[in-house]
Nanobody, 121 residues
Framework: QVQLVESGGGLVQAGGSLRLSCAAS????????MGWYRQAPGKQRELVAS???????NYGDSVKGRFTISRDNAKNTVYLQMNSLKPDDTGVYYC???????????????WGQGTQVTVSS
C-alpha cells in the first residue's frame, strides 16, 4: 500500500502565500516524478508543477514566477510554495507521485486526497 497525504491548504487573501506539503508512505521501493495538479469547479484538472528526482522542474504557464516546487527525497515529500496568490488559483490541489512499490516492478501513479486552496479578493 502507498499513500500520499497533503497538508497546508487553507483560505488566504489575494497576494498572500501558502506552502503545501505531500508525504508519501507505505511499501515504496522508489519514487520517480512528483507533482501538483489542481482543479477548479467546472474546469479540467491542470498541471501546476512537477519535479524529477534530480530536481528538474516544470510549471504551468499560469503559475510561472509565483510558485516553486521542491522535494526532499530522504523524506519522500514534495512541497509547493505559492506566492502572490490570485483568486484564479482557487481550487482543490492534488499531489501526484510516480511510485514503484515493493510488491511490483511497475511504475504507477498515486494521488493524494486533495487539499482546498481558496484565495479571496
Amino acid at each position: 500500500q502507498v499513500q500520499l497525504v497533503e497538508s497546508g491548504g487553507g483560505l488566504v487573501q489575494a497576494g498572500g502565500s501558502l506552502r503545501l506539503s505531500c508525504a508519501a508512505s507505505g511499501s515504496i521501493f522508489v519514487i520517480s516524478g512528483m507533482g501538483w495538479y489542481r482543479q477548479a469547479p467546472g474546469k479540467q484538472r491542470e498541471l501546476v508543477a512537477s519535479i524529477t528526482p534530480g530536481g528538474n522542474t516544470n510549471y504551468g504557464d499560469s503559475v510561472k514566477g509565483r510558485f516553486t516546487i521542491s522535494r526532499d527525497n530522504a523524506k519522500n515529500t514534495v512541497y509547493l510554495q505559492m506566492n502572490s496568490l490570485k483568486p484564479d488559483d482557487t481550487g482543490v490541489y492534488y499531489c501526484n507521485a510516480e511510485v514503484v512499490a515493493t510488491s511490483t516492478p511497475r511504475l504507477r501513479n498515486y494521488w493524494g486526497q486533495g487539499t482546498q486552496v481558496t484565495v479571496s479578493s
